[in-house]
T-cell receptor, first 114, second 110 residues
């Protein structure tokens, strides 16, 4: 059964702690993306990767870090430097890195920092 | 940065009424995609528009791309309860990234 998985669905952390969100896909897609969704603001791009071992900053990369060591995996670390980390985080993938490719989204992780 | 304005932010309609959401840019777009996010769910791709003046239909949904490729619309005819959700446009300005609009949340009054 192909798709994108994100875990966990809900995550709670104390302020000042780093936290890593998981994203795995078995669609054999080259490109992967991380978005942040806040009420009334749509989806904002944090980081994206068009190929293994390469990634680029999106529009709101400050306070976040990523790695792309495997094609299937694109974990996102929310660091303590992120000033307002509570949000809904969505991972997506596409066949290639072109904007003409349809993006497939995972179910998301809702992060709450207390 | 480059932005896509989407209006309205919310729309409440009686079941059976029509619904339209609009996306506007001050810059020419290379392509635009539309996604639907059900309450509590994740965005799902609906369609992509690439050509100037393009019109595509999916059952009760009609998607249009403006002649100048600076605006797009999604129109739903005779809404049903299954149409509930937030509709996003996602546009490209000629690079590899998609810029999402803020979305239009559609609620249906039975």
């Amino acid at each position: 059964d192909g798709g994108i998985t994100q875990s966990p669905k809900y995550l709670f952390r104390k302020e000042g702690q780093n936290v890593t969100l998981s994203c795995e896909q078995n669609l054999n897609h080259d490109a992967m993306y991380w978005y942040r969704q806040d009420p009334g603001q749509g989806l904002r791009l944090i980081y994206y990767s068009q190929i293994v071992n390469d990634f680029q900053k999106g529009d709101i990369a400050e306070g976040y870090s990523v790695s792309r060591e495997k094609k299937e995996s694109f974990p996102l670390t929310v660091t303590s430097a992120q000033k307002n980390p509570t949000a809904f985080y969505l991972c997506a993938s596409s066949v290639g890195g072109s904007s003409y490719n349809e993006q497939f989204f995972g179910p998301g992780t809702r992060l709450t920092v207390l | 940065g480059q932005q896509v304005m989407q209006i309205p932010q919310y729309q409440h309609v009686q079941e059976g009424e029509d619904f339209t959401t609009y996306c506007n840019s001050s810059t020419t777009l290379s392509n635009i995609q539309w996604y639907k996010q059900r309450p509590g769910g994740h965005p799902v791709f609906l369609i992509q528009l690439v050509k100037s003046g393009e019109v595509k239909k999916q059952k009760r949904l009609t998607f249009q791309f403006g002649e100048a490729k600076k605006n797009s619309s999604l129109h739903i005819t005779a809404t049903q309860t299954t149409d509930v959700g937030t509709y996003f446009c996602a546009a490209s300005f000629g690079n590899e990234k998609l810029t999402f609009g803020t979305g239009t949340r559609l609620t249906i009054i039975p």
